[in-house]
């Protein structure tokens, strides 16, 4: 059975200050409502502090511009070959745009399922190598290629995408890490309490 122990104030309302019944009519019981006298704060949720944050939005960022990096590595690879550059030699954004998808799916689902944390952070490390791996051969291709050729234009605007997904990626890292670091301080408080 539970059992709480907490001060009421009992708040007494008669019905016949109101004029509503006469002094003959005490059939009708007095009305008593009970108060709290104290408020106990609510047990925070889970990732409170990181949910602040609002990881979804950094998230959705992230799963936009891995959409765009897909589709400009489709783009890419259809109209200038796939054998000539570097970016679709390794394919760098088709990669990484699957890569920053999935991670951004991952990050909107820690609301409903904190679990996820863990899964979230290597994801978003995993995105953010790659990512510089990526930007590393999107840069030696743009220093082996004419500046005024359309693809040394397309090439830029992948880069871009992937610079941005990089700093997304960096903040998300930070925002989970410092989570991370949160957790591990208030379980060993907990164990330590406990003991």
């Known amino acids: 059975m539970a059992r709480a122990a907490i001060p009421m104030d009992i708040i007494e309302e008669d019905t016949r200050k109101h004029g509503r019944l006469t002094d003959e009519d005490d059939s ?44 400009l590595g489709v783009v890419f690879a259809v109209a200038f070959g796939i054998d000539k550059f570097l970016l679709t030699l390794f394919r760098v954004p088709l990669l990484t745009g699957i890569m920053f998808l999935v991670a951004g799916f991952l990050s909107n689902l820690l609301h409903k399922h904190p679990g996820l944390l863990q899964v979230c952070f290597y994801s978003n490390i995993l995105c953010l190598a790659v990512a510089t791996t990526g930007a590393i051969l999107l840069c030696v291709d743009l220093a082996k290629h004419q500046p005024d050729k359309l693809h040394f234009q397309v090439e830029i605007m992948v880069l871009c995408v992937t610079l941005l997904d990089m700093v997304v990626s960096a903040i998300l890292i930070i925002f989970m890490y410092a989570e991370k670091r949160n957790l591990e301080k208030n379980s060993s408080s907990s164990s330590t309490r406990r003991e």
């Open 28 to 71: 009708h019981p007095l009305i008593k409502y009970y108060k709290a006298t104290t408020l106990i704060p609510d047990k925070p949720p889970p990732l409170h502090r990181l949910l602040d944050r609002q990881p979804a939005a950094w998230a959705s960022v992230q799963v936009t511009s891995g959409i765009l990096s897909f589709g």
